[in-house]
Nanobody
Framework: QVQVVESGGGLVQPGGSLRLSCAAS????????MAWYRQAPGKEREWVATATRGGTTLYTNSVKGRFTISRDNAKNTVYLQMNTLKPEDTAIYYCKADNLYWGQGTQVTVSS
């Protein structure tokens, strides 16, 4: 069983930035695809970004140019740098490891 723990959420004003972190347990982290999803109130969970084990990064259209996913295999951690945040980015952000294991989520609220 892989343990996945997100951190870094909080309240930020529109136009601001946050960096989320996701740590996953296990010795095979470098072989995992790592992804971020989010779920806004009253909406379904949606995919946000992926960092493949080969280093390719993929983004949903609504965050392209604003969010950056990166990974540090030495630390078993993936990051989501979120810039130019908008109120519609408000959601619980979840990390998924190896297309199987979910974290508990971290709340991001963008509001003035």
């Amino acid at each position: 069983q892989v343990q996945v723990v997100e951190s870094g959420g909080g309240l930020v004003q529109p136009g601001g930035s946050l960096r989320l972190s996701c740590a996953a347990s296990g010795s095979r982290f470098s072989s995992y695809a790592m992804a971020w999803y989010r779920q806004a109130p009253g909406k379904e969970r949606e995919w946000v970004a992926t960092a493949t084990r080969g280093g390719t990064t993929l983004y949903t259209n609504s965050v392209k140019g604003r969010f950056t996913i990166s990974r540090d295999n030495a630390k078993n951690t993936v990051y989501l740098q979120m810039n130019t945040l908008k109120p519609e980015d408000t959601a619980i952000y979840y990390c998924k490891a190896d297309n199987l294991y979910w974290g508990q989520g971290t709340q991001v609220t963008v509001s003035s």
